[in-house]
């Protein structure tokens, strides 16, 4: 798959798309997530789907100093599962990745693009976007204006006929919600893709006769069958996202994009504008619709990584960092059965690893990657295609960011 | 229809977005061009489009001073046609106007906004659009990357087939072709909106089998019936500039909107980034598809006006606007019977009035205008939302920019 994948990129683009009547031509039938197009339809997303602008504001852009470091692309670590020996462009290459910026102490020690990407480019940050909402989100909480504590029917009385009615925000805010609803990116019929079809950001079959928008379909969802209660477990499911999306919207009484816009990105000395999917009603696909430069991503990461302060502001309120750094409750996250991700934990959309370097990290599929590493005083951001959706991508992911961090700290190097 | 026109802005906004369910929602079967949500539409077309985007750079923001005249907006003149009596203000509630930005001497005298419009939104140039394409065509073939003698076929082999493709590129850039093709803006079935049909800019009635987009229409448009011939006459057809955005992209070999990006946005020092829609093969809708805030656009103004040279730099060339306007010859103008428009004529898709303050202007269906009047020291920039597409503005539109400009000059304070 890998060699028709780089065929497609490097054949018939013409007149900045794919050209009709050659072999590679646009995602068929409008399928942007299938392979090979999902490489060019991942660093074009608005091109393809109505989106809303994240505005950078009009202040000046926050300068990264560079202090490039060659040696990284050969640097050496072993895969998870099968151990086999690899290297950091190895593994960039492996998973197709389109970009990666690494920032060490605030610097550039890394930053090369490929596929359709370039560094003047956005591409679809897909589930890191949810870490994005639920910072918001939390932000919101901490000022007051979103009660961690209430039902969601209190600020969305729509819900109050699905599974989402009765759980608090807060259990929204950390995906403990009981819902009868599948994340199984290989089934085409699972839930996710459901949602994705009711937002037209997959193609809908002739007939079509689901829900009309990504809100529509999030008052469809019910309760999980059998005994499990909301706050029993972690279980990661996109749609909570949309529901804290849509709880961000009715507390700040702004679309997504625009809170995103006042809170953070136009705080963030961005380069770029940022810009959001939505659907024809006008909702964001806050589950994984945003789309970034790859530095203003990376930007993110480092006010994470500095307990929120960056560009000469506090940006995300310490206490927000801090409590995302404390993370969950392990043996809540442990019931979900990522077993490679023995004693993590998920708090306001962050995974967090509960390891000696404190690492948190978002993460979405295709390989999208904040990965922040406080004691390495390392953010990693990463935006992928790999022709699969799920895991593909995570035996060179955790990998290279630990052999990355050991060498920065200068243990390997 | 005014009234309900405005009551439909008032009522129903939620979610950023008018809400689901209640008697104003968003456009109904997704006819953007329909009263009243072409009011919503018109200023936040990337929300229901695909775009691209139009890149500001990352220079500094080109300031406008302001000196505001707060006595314009009651600043009398007379309607055309009919000869009634009207102010500038009352003037632009009549035509549903979004927002006026009016420069005089490069300062900002007048801003106001309306509708769905603020100072950071976006709002559909409409037909304002072929004026800048024109102007990039223009300093593409100034700059002798594109031969404005050649056949359009030099550049575009895929039009062989139609009527364009026995056009030179110059009858393109000033409509003089002879095409089998309406504008009547008033009939479904005119070409103008099988083209907007073909981009998906216009809803597809069930079992449409008409062009996949832009270009494929373009490709089907047939020479004439009758003697008339190319060059002979001026026939004001949108997909003239598609054919001529098509070309843009041939020459650059970029699409239409990085040319834009290169060649002037990004030096115009825009607050914002500007937007195109595109079609899903990624054809931008050079006819009418760019999306911008109205300082920027008064700003592209204020370099039109002088001879291209603004923020620091020689953005347009000084004979690309010379040449504008000079004009084209007004007798093949007049053969397209704008009774109202006597001695004026058409030139790299600007309309020159061939007046004595030697105006030139950019005009767009539902009330779009880019007017410079360069003796007046003088530029408007106007968004509207019109109920109806075309000339219903007329009477409010010249009448208004010569009072304006009259009381500027001191004649008429």
């Not at 994340?183 to 949602?195: I, L, Q, R």
């Not at 990105?265 to 810009?275: P, V």
Request: glycine share 10%; proline share 5%; net charge neutral.
């Amino acid at each position: 798959m890998t060699q028709d994948h780089n065929t497609a990129l490097a054949a018939g683009w013409r007149d900045g798309f794919p050209t009709a009547g050659h072999a590679v031509q646009r995602p068929r039938e409008r399928a942007i997530f299938a392979p090979p197009h999902n490489r060019w339809a991942f660093s074009h997303l608005r091109e393809l789907q109505p989106t809303r602008n994240v505005w950078r504001g009009n202040g000046p852009v926050a300068q990264l100093p560079r202090a490039l470091r060659p040696e990284l692309d050969s640097l050496p670590f072993a895969r998870f599962g099968d151990g086999a020996p690899t290297d950091w462009l190895g593994a960039l290459q492996a998973i197709h990745a389109d970009g990666a910026v690494v920032l060490h102490r605030g610097r550039i020690v890394y930053e090369r693009y490929f596929g359709a990407l370039g560094e003047l480019g956005q591409h679809m940050a897909m589930s890191v976007t949810k870490s994005v909402v639920g910072t918001v989100a939390a932000m919101l909480a901490a000022d007051g204006a979103l009660d961690e504590h209430a039902r969601v029917t209190h600020y969305i009385p729509e819900l109050a006929g699905s599974a989402f009615g009765s759980a608090t925000v807060r259990q929204v805010m950390d995906m403990t919600t009981a819902i009868d609803y599948s994340e199984e990116y290989a089934d085409p019929d699972a839930g996710v893709w459901k949602h994705a079809r009711a937002g037209e950001l997959l193609p809908r079959p002739a007939g079509y006769a689901g829900a009309e928008g990504y809100r529509q379909f999030l008052q469809t969802v019910q309760a999980a069958p059998g005994a499990i209660r909301h706050g029993d477990a972690f279980a990661y499911r996109t749609v909570n996202t949309d529901v804290l999306g849509w709880l961000v919207a009715r507390a700040a009484t702004q679309p997504v994009a625009e809170v995103l816009s006042a809170l953070v990105w136009s705080r963030l000395g961005a380069e770029q504008d940022a810009s959001f999917a939505v659907d024809w009603q006008g909702a964001e696909f806050a589950g994984g619709g945003l789309c970034c430069g790859l530095r203003d991503l990376a930007r993110l990461g480092e006010a994470m990584r500095l307990g929120g302060f960056y560009n000469g502001a506090q940006i995300v309120p310490e206490a927000v960092v801090a409590d995302i750094r404390r993370g969950a409750d392990p043996a809540r996250f442990a019931l979900a059965g990522y077993t490679r991700l023995a004693g993590w934990s998920y708090r306001n959309m962050w995974w967090v690893a509960h390891d000696a370097h404190r690492t948190f990290t978002a993460q979405g599929i295709h390989g999208q990657a904040l990965h922040i590493d406080p004691v390495a005083e390392m953010v990693v951001a990463r935006f992928a295609s790999h022709p699969l959706a799920a895991d593909a991508h995570l035996p060179t992911s955790m990998p290279a960011f630990r052999a990355l961090a050991a060498h920065l700290m200068g243990e390997g190097g």
